[in-house]
């Protein structure tokens, strides 16, 4: 199983991209994938996840700014990100969890990076004031 981030790079405050998470191995809309980042200096921390029936969870920073969705056809999972503030900067991984169309709801579930078995290798979010 192999998972491919891209769409990073650098944008003015107020900016969007869209990141991609490309996945091999799985039909990812079977799985649960999630979006993390990692700030310089930082813990890496949970933004958003999408479950295989289309629940999504986001974490509060994010909220009404960020969409995460999947692209069967591609068998990828996008992270539209809107209104981009330099707090947003980071390296941005996806992930997936190997647990086969997860019934488990709780969010806690989902932005515990312990739940996740495959990651990509990262794409870097640079937003400049």
């Known amino acids: 199983v192999q998972l491919q981030a891209s769409g990073g790079g650098l944008v003015q405050a107020g900016g969007s991209l869209r990141l991609s998470c490309a996945v091999s191995g799985r039909t990812a809309f079977n799985y649960a994938v999630g979006w993390f980042r990692q700030a310089p200096g930082k813990e890496r921390e949970f933004v958003a996840a999408?479950?295989?029936?289309?629940?999504?969870y986001y974490t509060d920073s994010v909220k009404g700014r960020f969409a995460i969705s999947r692209d069967n056809p591609k068998n990828s999972v996008v992270l539209q990100v809107d209104s981009l503030k330099p707090e947003d900067t980071a390296v941005y991984y996806c992930a997936l969890d190997n647990t086969f169309r997860p019934s488990v709801q709780e969010i806690d579930y989902y932005r515990d990076r312990l739940t996740y078995d495959y990651w990509g290798q990262g794409t870097l979010v640079t937003v400049s004031s």
């Open positions: 999408i479950r295989p029936g289309g629940t999504k």
